[in-house]
């Protein structure tokens, strides 16, 4: 009876932390991904943000992006936004952050994964 009450327990404490919100304000989005590396699984791609601006490395090129603008989906309670702007060429990236899944997506098959997990 006890180990089966247990084990019930462990089941809805482990959903419910799956299903709790990382976001839910603007703020916990930046506030997630700053001083984090994201990297595809090749390692040809990564992107690490610092406090203003976001270095890409993609192969062997190097780009500096200045954030522009960063908001959580509402509703989402772990999807969150970020545009960015390179400071060489002016064009713009948008990046969508998912915390549940520690990842980042250009919205256009780039699959970045928090460094370490």
Known sequence: ??????????IIASLSSFSQSCFSSDGD??????YKTFESKDGN???????????VQAGYNSFTYIYEKYYYIRNSGYKGVVKMTNTSTGNQMTLYISCRERMVTDGQGALLYESGT
């Open 45 to 55: 791609m990564n992107v690490t943000f610092g406090p203003s601006s976001a270095s």
């Open 1 to 10: 009876m006890r180990k089966k009450l247990l084990l019930q327990l462990l």
């Open 29 to 34: 989005v930046i506030n997630y991904i700053l």
